[in-house]
């Protein structure tokens, strides 16, 4: 039997549908959970064959050369409010100076600059992270980014204004907003893990209820809540007005520096389609 092909996912409720019962439709799969930003740092590094990364990692590993890979049809995106993206500040958002960026986000680190900047020509001067042990309301930066499972407790009283970013994006552009893709290696031996994931993510919808149920209240969520985050919030193509609120954020996200120029969509081909004819 060949290698196993090592498959990264999100850990956050939001991804579980794309994997759904992933290990037992595929044995020779190797599931590895993970938070976004240390899935990207994986696949980069050639741990993994193939992973759930940030969509802006697609595009800093496409136009570094490392010959990265886009699934087609797949996508965690949102088509108006998220409700796990947000962005919690202090102050006006026209005021922010000090910013604080979930360390287990990385294309919600970028969306939340380019946002500042396109709406309220704010470019902080001081950006850090914020580290995953640490409680949101312990942070005294101005704003603070948060996504995620833990974005949908933090409670909104204590800030001065509160942003969900998909829905902010979605009235600045009239897009979707696209926040993570299955990107491969090129080169990675796939096999039909492709057409499994596809049943894996219909199987995952259709279990939406059961999904919601094992993980609502483990999160401090009700189950009504998760059923509609996972059914009616979320989606989960990407089809053609996802690839435009695609391409207009990584443009956007080139102009501040955040990706390098000249990055662009390679999508995945199944081996099988030239004998297929
Ligand atoms: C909508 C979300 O999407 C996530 C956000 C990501 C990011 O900001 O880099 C990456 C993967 C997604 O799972 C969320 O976590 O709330």
Redesign the pocket.
């Known amino acids: 039997m060949s290698a196993p092909v090592r498959v990264g996912v999100?850990s956050?409720l939001?991804?579980k549908p794309l994997y759904y019962r992933l290990d037992e439709a595929s044995p020779n799969v190797q599931v590895e959970q993970d938070l976004?930003?240390r899935l990207?740092d994986r696949l980069r590094l050639g741990e993994l064959d193939i992973a759930?990364?940030?969509?802006?990692?697609y595009f800093r590993g496409a136009g570094t050369g490392l010959g990265y890979e886009v699934l087609p049809g797949f996508a965690?995106a949102?088509r108006g409010p998220?409700?796990?993206?947000k962005l919690f500040s202090r102050v006006p958002f026209g005021q922010i100076k000090r910013l604080a960026l979930?360390a287990?986000?990385?294309?919600?680190?970028a969306?939340t600059r380019v946002w500042l900047d396109a709406a309220h020509g704010v470019r902080p001067s001081r950006i850090e992270l914020l580290p995953m042990g640490l409680p949101v309301l312990e942070s005294t930066a101005d704003a603070v980014l948060v996504?995620?499972?833990r974005?949908m407790t933090v409670p909104d009283a204590p800030f001065h204004e509160v942003v969900d970013l998909?829905e902010a994006w979605n009235e600045m552009t009239g897009l979707p907003f696209v926040?993570?893709l299955w990107v491969a290696r090129s080169g990675a031996d796939l096999g039909d893990l492709p057409e499994t994931l596809a049943r894996c993510r219909t199987a995952g919808l259709t279990h939406a209820s059961e999904l919601a149920s094992e993980h609502g209240p483990r999160l401090g969520l009700d189950v009504a809540t998760c059923y509609d985050y996972l059914t009616r919030v979320?989606s989960y193509d990407l089809g053609e007005p996802e690839l435009a609120g695609l391409r207009r954020f990584a443009q956007m996200a080139t102009q501040l520096g955040l990706i390098p120029r000249g990055a662009d969509l390679v999508f995945h081909r199944p081996s099988d389609l030239a004998a297929r004819g």
């Open positions: 999100v956050y939001n991804a976004p930003s990207a759930l990364i940030p969509s802006v990692e965690i949102a998220v409700r796990s993206v979930d287990g986000s990385r294309t919600s680190q969306l996504i995620g499972d974005a998909a926040f993570a979320l």
